[in-house]
T-cell receptor, first 110, second 115 residues
Framework: QQQVKQSPQSLIVQKGGISIINCAYE??????FPWYQQFPGKGPALLIA?????SEKKEGRFTISFNKSAKQFSLHIMDSQPGDSATYFC?????????FGKGTKLSVIP | DTGVSQNPRHKITKRGQNVTFRCDPI?????LYWYRQTLGQGPEFLTY????????KSRLLSDRFSAERPKGSFSTLEIQRTEQGDSAMYLC?????????????FGPGTRLLVL
C-alpha cells in the first residue's frame, strides 16, 4: 500500500525553466510534509517543508503548494539550474515516521 | 560541521553471513531513525529510538534484524543470516525534539550487497 504517490518518475527541464513535481497522500492524519533532495551517493537532505494549515511556502527558488482538500502537494523549482539535477522525494509524516514517495529524477539541461 | 556519520559506507558479504552497521548521530540529537532504500525507491522506515529506547519497529524489520542504541548515543543495526533481498542502502537519520515535525538529518548511508 503506497501512502504517498509521486509523479513524474523523471523530469527533464531546460536551464531557467520551471520544474514541477506532484505528490498525493491518502492518510489524513499526516501533519508534516517535507521535500528532500538526494544526490548520488549521498543521503537525502531536507529542502523545504510545509504544515497542512498553510497553502503555500516559498524559500528562494523553491515553493511548496499544498491542497488539503485534494490531499495533494507539489514542489515548484523556479529558474532551474544544472546544479538542481538530483532525485527529489516528497514525504509525509505523522508523529516521527516519514513516509516517502518513490522519487523524481530531475535533469536540468543547459 | 559534524553531521550524521555511518560506517562502513559499503559492505559486500556472502549470503548467510552476519553484518553490523554503525550510525553516529548529530551530537545532542535525542531521536535516531533507521531507513532502508532500494534502487529507484524512496527510503522506508525501519525503526526509531528516543534516547536509548527503541519505540517503534516496522514490519519490514524481520527477526533477523536487530538495532541498539546503548547510552542514547551511537546506534548499531545488525542483520543476521543475510539474504540477497537485504541488498539495499541503509540510512540513518537523527533529529532533536519531540513534536514529530522536526527536521530529520540523514547520513550518507551504508550500501550493502549480499552475494
Amino acid at each position: 500500500q503506497q501512502q504517498v504517490k509521486q509523479s513524474p518518475q523523471s523530469l527533464i527541464v531546460q536551464k531557467g525553466g520551471i520544474s514541477i513535481i506532484n505528490c498525493a497522500y491518502e492518510n489524513t492524519a499526516f501533519d508534516y510534509f517535507p521535500w528532500y533532495q538526494q544526490f548520488p551517493g549521498k543521503g537525502p537532505a531536507l529542502l523545504i517543508a510545509i504544515r497542512p494549515d498553510v497553502s503555500e511556502k516559498k524559500e528562494g527558488r523553491f515553493t511548496i503548494s499544498f491542497n488539503k482538500s485534494a490531499k495533494q502537494f507539489s514542489l515548484h523549482i523556479m529558474d532551474s539550474q544544472p546544479g538542481d539535477s538530483a532525485t527529489y522525494f516528497c514525504a509525509a509524516s505523522k508523529s516521527y515516521q516519514l513516509t516517502f514517495g518513490k522519487g523524481t529524477k530531475l535533469s536540468v539541461i543547459p | 560541521d559534524t553531521g550524521v556519520s555511518q560506517n562502513p559506507r559499503h559492505k559486500i558479504t556472502k549470503r548467510g553471513q552476519n553484518v553490523t552497521f554503525r550510525c553516529d548521530p548529530i551530537s545532542e540529537h535525542n531521536r535516531l531513525y533507521w531507513y532502508r532504500q532500494t534502487l529507484g525507491q524512496g527510503p522506508e522506515f525501519l525503526t526509531y529510538f528516543q534516547n536509548e529506547a527503541q519505540l517503534e519497529k516496522s514490519r519490514l524489520l524481520s527477526d533477523r534484524f536487530s538495532a541498539e542504541r546503548p547510552k542514547g548515543s551511537f546506534s548499531t543495526l545488525e542483520i543476521q543470516r543475510t539474504e540477497q533481498g537485504d541488498s539495499a542502502m541503509y540510512l540513518c537519520a537523527s533529529s532533536l525534539g519531540g513534536s514529530g515535525q522536526e527536521t530529520q538529518y540523514f547520513g550518507p548511508g551504508t550500501r550493502l550487497l549480499v552475494l
